[in-house]
Each structure stands twice: as structure tokens, then as C-alpha cells.
Nanobody, 115 residues
Framework: QVQLAESGGGLVQPGGSLRLSCSAS????????MRWFRQAPGNQREWVAG???????NYADSVKGRFTISRDNAKSTVYLQMNNLKVEDTAVYYC?????????WGKGTLVTVSS
């Protein structure tokens, strides 16, 4: 089993920045593909960004150029740096670890972008 714990959410004004962290434990290893998803009130969960075991990142079009995903395997931690935040980025952000049929989720951290 892999346990994931997100942190770093909060309230920020439009145009501001936040960095989310996802700390992994248990049977986690650097071979997992790591992803961030988000779910806004009344919406379905959507994929935001991913990074594979070879550190190759990819992003949803809605966040490309504003968000950066990274991983520190020595710390078993994945980050999501979010810049130039918009009101529409408001959501609960979830960390996901995926390897084959192994699929683990954190409990999420709330990001609110509001003036």
C-alpha cells in the first residue's frame, strides 16, 4: 500500500502562487507515475499534470505555462508549483500514484483563489 498526503493548499488572490506537496510513504517507489488532479464544486475530477519515473512532465492545456510539476525521489515527494493563479483554479487538489493496476489517492488539499 502507498499512502499519499497532500499539503500546501490555502487562500490566495488571483495572480498569486502556491506550491502543493505530496508526500508518499508505504511501498512507494520512484517507479510510480505521479499525477495531480483537481475537483471543483459541482464538477468532475480532472487531470492537471503528471510526471513519470523518468521525470518527464505533461500538463493539461488549462494550466500549461502556469503550473510546474516536479518530484524529489530522495524525499518521496511530488510538487505542484502553481503561478498566476486564476479564480477558475479553485478546487480540491489530489495527488495520485499509478503503476500498472496499483492506483493510490491522497485525501486532497483545498486551493481557493479569490480576491
Amino acid at each position: 500500500q502507498v499512502q499519499l498526503a497532500e499539503s500546501g493548499g490555502g487562500l490566495v488572490q488571483p495572480g498569486g502562487s502556491l506550491r502543493l506537496s505530496c508526500s508518499a510513504s508505504g511501498t512507494y517507489s520512484s517507479t510510480y507515475n505521479m499525477r495531480w488532479f483537481r475537483q471543483a464544486p459541482g464538477n468532475q475530477r480532472e487531470w492537471v499534470a503528471g510526471i513519470n519515473s523518468e521525470y518527464s512532465p505533461n500538463y493539461a492545456d488549462s494550466v500549461k505555462g502556469r503550473f510546474t510539476i516536479s518530484r524529489d525521489n530522495a524525499k518521496s515527494t511530488v510538487y505542484l508549483q502553481m503561478n498566476n493563479l486564476k479564480v477558475e483554479d479553485t478546487a480540491v487538489y489530489y495527488c495520485n500514484a499509478l503503476r500498472g493496476v496499483a492506483d493510490y489517492w491522497g485525501k486532497g488539499t483545498l486551493v481557493t483563489v479569490s480576491s
